[in-house]
């Protein structure tokens, strides 16, 4: 046992399993890797977590392929599903892990989503989970109705009110709403349909919702925004924060800020689990693993890519640099535009970026390629089997995290290994479960609390009115 | 075979296409929010060897007509979003078009393009899209972006209402111009597009990706698809239409028309104003636009037994069930002899809406499939490893492909 204080209750771990994404993270260039849209791949990948008895499964989001200095980026994986479809999808070839989803709140409508959520919700007996998010730049607006639209002030404005109205539509039939009595007649008793009727900055809905309760009610919610505004939004209205916080130093720091915020509006502590993304890389041996570490953060981070990162900071084509050579030492060049758009790295001051980093390989004596990989292809936990169950256990017992959602770096079987290898660590060791209970929703997995029921009195009209 | 191919579809929705159709013995109300109960119809589709199911949806809860929403708890209300349903049965249930409706109204086309071309991914090749309008003035409140008059179909009908032929014509337009950012969409990776080049890095090369540019009255989208081409490059677009300015849509950009004749001589008419339609419109679709036509079927092992059970719904609706489509209450023998005189006249396929589930789409794969089967009118390759195939449709060629510019120089080099 890990655990340090004899006081404390033990934690169970909870666990959630990242599909390989569209970044230069995930290894294409591997005989094991497969298709990236395949439906067999995103098969393998729900039905290999759930083996692993993971909590949820956990998919990014679409909404226009990246691009670097005005063309495609065409280093990294290229293309993937519809959200929502792969998700409804995969709730056919799985029973009881979590599906959840990132999805905007920009570029989506609040009646329209909610049901699909709910949809998805029924179709999987209540397993579907929301990662919102407040992407809103005109760049991913290029593909959609409302375009270039949204001041950044009001990106959680609008994430908040969408949730709002979301909810009330969750929360607007009744438990008993569905009759279904063949010999009476009555299919849905109306007074337990209640009207939705929300008028806000950014949404006018009035209407009825589509659909019955689900069986979660709400999908569970799950926020990444690390921004003051992101931790309010959270610590209101989330279920999962998916963290960056992975280190143990700043996930403790981070765990107690969001962990007191919650005290301050009175909501339990465990009611909101933080899950930082987190990479690994085992071995027979702690040697051999660092080896394996080393080699795969080649692979993550070609010369072409280790250039390519470059060229985001300079903006200038530095394709006749040798990446196994020093840094450029010439500056950027400097424009309003940047060079990189639909990519989660943004470098306000290049020419700051540039020394720091000049300064950085200078004193440690890196190639381009090794700088590169020291930021753009870390590896969380690096080690045994054991070592890596041991280190993710004393994160939790200790307060750095609830658990984490573990990212893969090959598609569809990067988390093969771990379910193989480090699951039955963590199962031996009593902190993480041996089997899914029976018919359990998504938020009973995570051990939150479920969501209110409603009865035909508090759907009726005017409770739903909202100004 | 010397008659033209016939294929079958089977429109799905709740428990049946009539009001009360709930309410018989062997329907399972209790089951419609359940994908078990959806599965379970496709599943005997599929085993019968029809061809397609569509799924009925609409961009809000259920209400008769197009006039003052009307809540009320006799009849089913309530539905799963058909895209996300469609694609839960597609993982369970191979070798069978699944073609979910999907408005163009209020909804984002990038989302559904991307929607059903996932669909089309997670079948391996059997989606399509039944596109639709909304033209109800409560659905328009649900989005709040703008506010529609009611629509009239008995209006529109005869073009001599400005406001309601306007309202028609800006909804089709819309609709057009969604399956137009669909279909670019579809086609915006070109096959070959993924190349996993080690040597020089590349997973894709970026010149077989393509911007797809539309811009229009309601939406512009800049493209390329997020997802890569699936395995129909273009899934089959389906279109139900009662009239001129949807006959026009289906004429320009629909792969099968679904039309609803009463009769004989009406069928005859609405194939001559799909003639005339194809006149008016240029056709944005290489494959020649197929017709079907729809009917409501509700089956009995005699007429009389049909018409009674079919006035014993009406008994327990409160009136007569009122379809656009006809309906067929009949033995199965009668049902399958229409279908068949419908074939002699130049249709092409049907899709029937069974009255009552799963009851008549059983009487359907059991009973009319087995009859037309004996005359050999159904055409159903069984080696058909996509929809389009099954249907007899053109593989999709790919618009962008054969403009590459480099194709272009060797078309041109060729001639010189």
């Known amino acids: 046992m890990t655990a340090s204080s004899s006081s404390k209750p033990v934690k169970q771990i909870h666990l959630a399993a990242h599909f390989p994404g569209v970044n230069n993270t995930t290894v294409w260039s591997d005989e094991r890797s497969q298709s990236q849209i395949a439906f067999s791949s995103f098969r393998h990948f729900a039905q290999n977590a759930e083996r692993g008895k993971f909590d949820f499964l956990f998919l990014a989001e679409g909404l226009r392929l990246r691009e670097t200095r005005g063309l495609i980026h065409d280093l990294d994986v290229v293309g993937r599903p519809n959200t929502l479809a792969i998700l409804a999808a995969l709730a056919g070839v799985t029973s009881n892990i979590g599906l959840v989803g990132t999805l905007s709140s920009t570029f989506n409508e609040p009646y329209e989503l909610s049901r699909q959520l709910a949809t998805l919700d029924h179709l999987s007996g209540g397993r579907a989970g929301w990662n919102i998010v407040t992407t809103s730049d005109a760049f991913h607006g290029a593909n959609f109705r409302r375009g270039k639209f949204l001041d950044l002030a009001d990106r959680y404005s609008r994430a908040q009110e969408f949730f709002d109205v979301s909810s009330q539509l969750w929360d607007s039939w009744a438990d008993d709403a569905i009759v279904a009595d063949k010999a009476s007649g009555e299919f849905a008793r109306t007074s337990g349909l209640g009207l939705v009727d929300h008028h806000g900055p950014q949404f006018d809905v009035t209407g009825y919702a589509t659909l019955p309760p689900s069986p979660q009610r709400h999908p569970v919610i799950v926020q990444a925004g690390d921004s003051p505004d992101g931790r309010d939004f959270a610590t209101s209205s989330a279920d999962v924060i998916f963290s960056r916080h992975a280190d143990f130093d700043a996930g403790r720091a981070f765990y107690d800020d969001v962990k007191g915020r919650l005290d301050a509006v009175g909501r339990p502590r465990d009611s909101l689990k933080i899950l930082p993304a987190a990479t690994f890389i085992l071995g027979d041996t702690h040697a051999e693993a660092l080896e394996r570490s080393r080699e795969i953060s080649r692979l993550q981070v070609s010369p072409q890519t280790a250039i390519s990162f470059l060229e985001q900071v300079w903006n200038t084509d530095l394709s006749g640099y040798d990446v196994e050579g020093p840094l450029p030492e010439i500056d950027p060049v400097v424009t309003a535009e940047g060079g990189a758009k639909g990519r989660a790295y943004v470098h306000t001051d290049p020419v700051a970026t540039a020394n720091a980093w000049r300064e950085q390989a200078s004193a440690k004596g890196w190639s381009i390629r090794e700088l590169v990989i020291s930021f753009a292809a870390k590896h969380t936990f690096v080690g045994t089997p054991v070592f890596v169950a041991e280190t993710i256990n004393r994160h939790v017992q200790e307060d750095a995290s609830d658990g984490f959602v573990i990212v893969g770096n090959t598609n569809p079987t990067g988390l093969d290994e771990f379910v193989d290898r480090v699951i039955p660590e963590l199962q031996e060791r009593g902190v993480y479960r041996t089997d899914y209970d029976e018919g359990a929703t998504l938020h009973e997995t995570l051990g939150l609390p479920a969501v209110a029921a409603r009865s035909a009195s508090t759907v009726a009209g005017a409770a739903l009115v909202s100004a | ?416």
């Open chain 2, 1 to 416: 075979m010397s008659r033209a191919p016939f294929h079958l579809g089977i429109a799905l929705d709740g428990a049946g296409w009539h009001p009360a159709a709930w309410r018989v013995d062997t329907a399972r109300p209790a089951a419609l929010f359940d994908a078990d109960y959806w599965v379970s119809l496709v599943v005997e589709a599929q085993a019968a060897g029809v061809d397609l199911v569509t799924i009925e949806d609409s961009f809000g809860l259920q209400t008769n007509g197009y006039g003052a929403f009307e809540l009320r708890g006799d009849e089913v209300r309530g539905r799963l979003d058909a895209l996300l349903l469609a694609n839960t049965i597609a993982a369970l249930v191979p070798g069978i078009g699944i073609v979910p409706t999907v408005t163009t109204t209020h909804t984002e086309p990038f989302h559904t393009a991307t929607g059903i071309q996932t669909l089309d991914h997670v079948s391996e090749g059997w989606a399509g899209w039944r596109v639709q309008v909304s033209g109800r003035s409560h659905e328009a409140a649900h989005v709040g972006r703008r506010e529609i008059p009611a629509l009239d179909p008995a209006r529109t009908a005869t073009g001599a209402d400005e406001q309601q032929t306007a309202l028609i014509r800006q909804l089709f337009g819309e609709a057009a111009d969604a399956i137009e950012v669909a279909r670019r969409l579809w086609d915006s990776w070109e096959d070959d597009a993924v190349i996993r080049d080690v040597p020089t890095g590349r997973f894709i090369d970026r010149d077989r990706l393509h911007y797809v540019d539309f811009e229009g009255e309601n939406f512009s989208v800049k493209g390329p698809s997020i997802v890569p081409r699936s395995p129909q490059g273009q899934p089959v677009v389906f279109v139900l239409a009662h009239q001129r300015v949807p006959y026009e849509l289906a004429v320009a950009q629909a792969d099968i028309v679904g039309i609803t004749p009463h009769s004989d001589e009406h069928l005859e008419q609405i194939l001559g104003e799909l003639g005339d339609a194809e006149l008016r419109v240029e056709r944005r679709v290489s494959d020649p636009l197929r017709v079907w036509a729809e009917a409501v079927v509700l089956i009995e092992d005699t007429r009389e037994a049909a018409a009674a059970a079919l006035a014993a719904l009406d008994e327990l609706h409160g009136a007569p069930y009122a379809s656009d489509a006809v309906i067929l209450a009949d033995t199965a023998e009668n049902v399958a002899a229409q279908l068949l005189r419908w074939q002699q006249a130049g249709v092409a396929g049907v899709r029937l809406r069974p009255a009552r589930l799963p009851l008549d789409l059983e009487r359907i794969t059991r009973g009319v499939v087995p009859v037309l089967d004996e005359t050999g009118a159904l055409e159903r390759p069984s080696d058909a490893s996509t929809l389009r195939e099954r249907l007899g449709f053109a593989p999709a060629a790919n618009r962008y492909a054969t403009a590459r510019p480099e194709t272009a120089e060797l078309i041109e080099s060729a001639s010189r």
